[in-house]
């Protein structure tokens, strides 16, 4: 078998006393998409920050490309520049255009010159299909363009891996689906990614694999047709109750808020 390009090996992480990660392992192939699932508090962004070494696990190994990240002698710059991360908040600077947010991380961390930056910044506007918007202020920008230019900043450096959490969630309904778009043709190409996420319908159509967590550990994963279409598990089904029918949801909320005084 290839090496993985992820392997995450007896992680745990806490913080203080609070023991969010339990010994997760995960391996992750090339060209793989694999979205995240599970609900909230359950350590799915600790996770994928675990991975990146945004945060430092208290016990286990990670593996990027077959580098073990979590030796501390490694050079956590390079790890960093394989690993292209899309958070829900863009984090564009806003004093800066399109062309100059792609530019800048190329030219600080990659030492490319201006000519080839812009360059590599034009092939991912178009990619993202935000090729007229080069000269544009974030501010100018929906918020879903505003994610397609924080996943070409990504694409621009080159990852061999992109992490997303979250990514559309803090976007209006009509503009998710240009977001996932672009997802799915990166998936198309054969990206390896690793996808958290609540979008059930792109999870069932673009993941491979389909990963649920709670309380800090997996509870189940496989095709996304068997952990969402047919659950093993109790704790699975009652989160895809919630997600995909928020009506009953509220109901159970509502149930349960009453539970005392009953
Ligand atoms: N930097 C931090 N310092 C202290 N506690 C943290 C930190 N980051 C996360 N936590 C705690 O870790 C737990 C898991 O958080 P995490 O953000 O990984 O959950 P999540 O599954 O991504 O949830 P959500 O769906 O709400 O984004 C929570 O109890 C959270 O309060
Ligand atoms: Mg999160």
């Known amino acids: 078998m290839t090496t993985p390009e992820i392997r995450v090996q007896g992680l745990h992480k806490s913080f203080g006393d609070n023991h969010v990660l339990r010994g997760i392992d995960l391996e992750i192939a090339q060209g793989e998409v694999v979205c995240v699932i599970g609900p909230s508090g359950s350590g799915k962004s600790t996770l994928l920050r675990c991975v990146n070494l945004l945060e430092e696990p208290t016990e286990g190994q990670v593996f990027v490309g ?27 600077f806003p004093h800066l255009s399109v062309t100059e947010n792609l530019t800048l991380p190329q030219r600080r961390v990659l030492r ?13 506007l178009a990619r993202v299909g935000l090729a007229e918007k080069a000269g544009a202020y974030p501010s100018a920008l929906s918020g879903g363009q505003q994610q397609r ?114």
């Open 66 to 92: 077959g580098t073990e990240v979590t030796d501390p002698d490694v050079d956590i710059d390079a790890v960093r520049r394989r690993i292209g991360m899309v958070f829900q908040q863009f984090n564009l």
């Open 112 to 124: 490319r010159d201006k000519a080839a930056a812009e360059r590599v910044a034009a092939e991912n």
């Open 149 to 262: 230019v924080a996943i070409a900043r990504a694409l621009a450096m080159g990852p061999e891996v992109m992490l997303f959490d979250e990514p559309t969630s803090a976007l209006d309904p009509e503009l998710v689906g240009d977001v996932l778009a672009v997802m799915r043709s990166l998936a198309r190409e054969g990206m390896t990614m690793m996808v958290v996420t609540h979008e059930m319908s792109f999870a069932r159509e673009v993941a491979d694999r389909v990963v649920f967590m709670d309380g800090g550990v997996i509870v189940e994963q496989g095709r996304p047709e068997q952990v969402i279409g047919a659950p093993r598990h109790e704790r699975t089904r009652h989160f895809l109750s919630r997600i995909l029918d928020p009506a009953m949801a509220e109901v159970e909320e509502g149930v349960a808020d009453q539970g005392g005084t009953g």
